[in-house]
């Protein structure tokens, strides 16, 4: 076991590996610490959407930046992160319209390729999909990507710049003196650092304990299924939330959909509960639920379906920044939104870590202090949770 670095990263999911690729980059030495292996959380479980469209835009502008690592992986970071470009539409009933324009509108300011469409649109780009009267905001350049491959592709790129990767090594302990962090207990022997980040996903409540640190996180529990896609429907089939409906899906290949819900999302528990399987009525209900918007899948059959689970905060947005003694750092409470945003959180992590501002990706939003301060974040135009 590897006994010094400048930075202690606790967790190898997405937003560990892509903090310890741009830590690296910037030359600062970084151990990765994951009790399992990598992507054993959220991140291997991921649904992997990659698109732009939130009604907070300190959270689009994330979703943004990052967007663009995705596009371009092999130049900045090598190799493949199975970005693929279907296009990507929110869908909402017609009396939300002026939300959905408002929303499209300002991350047009930002750059994004975003267009508010109505019904006929809708089935031009989608024609597989029922559509009555709703509106949707357009992203022809989003998709989803491969979370497993894009955290395993951060890590190759950290390691060949330096970074040491431990697996099967629990973080047991939060080594502190003077109020400042020192290093980490692990399963596998003591690491010393000034830094330690909290990249634990539903497990960082645990991690932060171990700080003297309590954080207002629930573990968020999310069942998603691959169901198969009769030839007859009409493609293309792009990626879709439907907030109509309260769900999402989008393609797999060539002839399957992942389908997930935003209701009935267990909130509370253990992140150590087994998440193998789906809740056993969850494949009736998605099937119930998307054949009422794609009616050819009335054919369709489940493949597989399985859980994740992801820390959850009051907002449903990160955490991010410092908190507790001095040198301990968050990077946690993604609430079931981080995989997309990993790429930008990581960069203005280090930022943050090395420069003590992130300058490239404001972070400012998502500070720690927001909830003792009641400064909850909201959309700027009416949003309501994502997960119910
Ligand atoms: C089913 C599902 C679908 C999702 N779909 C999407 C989506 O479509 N788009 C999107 O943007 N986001 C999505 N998300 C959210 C996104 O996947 C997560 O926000 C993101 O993967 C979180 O990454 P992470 O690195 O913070 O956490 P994780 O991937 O959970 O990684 C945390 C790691 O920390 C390790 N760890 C825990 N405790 C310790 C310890 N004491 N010592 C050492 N290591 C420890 C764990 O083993 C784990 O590997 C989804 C989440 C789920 C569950």
């Known amino acids: 076991m590897t006994d010094t670095a400048d930075v202690i990263v606790i967790g190898a999911g997405v937003q560990g590996a892509s903090l ?7 030359g600062a030495s970084v151990v990765i610490l994951e009790r399992s292996v ?11 959407l990659v698109r732009v469209y939130y009604d907070l835009l300190a959270e ?6 990052a967007q663009a690592w995705f596009r371009e992986w092999d130049e900045r970071v090598g190799g493949e992160c199975g970005f693929t470009r279907t296009g990507f539409l929110w869908i909402e009933p017609r009396d939300h319209i002026e939300r959905v324009r408002a929303n499209s509108a300002s991350h047009r300011a930002m750059g994004v390729d975003s267009t508010m469409i109505e019904a006929d649109e809708i089935r031009r780009l989608a024609p597989g999909l029922e559509i009555g009267d709703e509106v949707a ?3 022809p350049e989003s998709g989803y ?8 592709g951060f890590l190759a790129a950290a390691k060949a710049k330096g970074a040491r990767l431990v697996q099967n090594a629990e973080v047991t302990a939060v080594r502190t003196g003077g109020g400042r962090v020192t290093g980490v207990e692990t399963s596998r022997g ?12 539903g497990w960082a409540g645990h991690v932060a304990k171990l700080a003297g640190l309590d954080l207002p996180l629930s573990v968020w529990r999310h069942d998603t299924g691959y169901l198969g896609v009769p030839e007859e429907v009409a493609r293309p089939i792009p990626v879709v939330i439907d907030i ?9 290949g060539a002839d399957m959909v992942l389908v997930g819900l935003e209701d009935d999302n267990q909130i509370g528990g253990s992140p150590d509960r087994d998440t193998a399987d789906a809740a056993p009525s969850f494949r009736d209900r998605a099937a119930e639920r998307i054949v009422r918007r794609v009616p050819g899948l009335v054919d369709g059959t489940f493949r597989s379906s399985h859980s994740g689970q992801d820390g959850l905060s009051p907002d449903q947005r990160p955490m991010l920044g410092p908190a507790g003694p001095d040198g301990f750092y968050l990077d946690c409470g993604h609430s079931g939104t981080g995989f997309k945003t990993a790429p930008a959180v990581g960069l203005g992590m280090a930022e943050l870590i090395l420069d003590g501002t992130s300058a ?11 909830f003792a301060e009641g400064r909850l974040l909201v959309g700027e135009h009416g949003d309501q949770h994502a997960w119910r």
């Open 20 to 26: 310890a690729f741009h830590l690296a980059s910037r």
């Open 38 to 48: 990598i992507g054993a959380g959220a991140t291997g479980r991921s649904s992997g």
């Open 60 to 65: 689009a502008r994330l979703a943004w930046i």
């Open 137 to 139: 905001a357009w992203e």
């Open 145 to 152: 990507a491969d979370p497993s491959m894009t955290a395993s």
């Open 190 to 201: 003591a690491v010393s650092a000034p830094v330690v980040v909290n990249a634990a996903g």
């Open 244 to 252: 109509v409906h309260g769900m999402y899906f989008r393609p797999e």
């Open 360 to 370: 490239t990706v404001d972070l400012s939003p998502f500070a720690f202090d927001r």
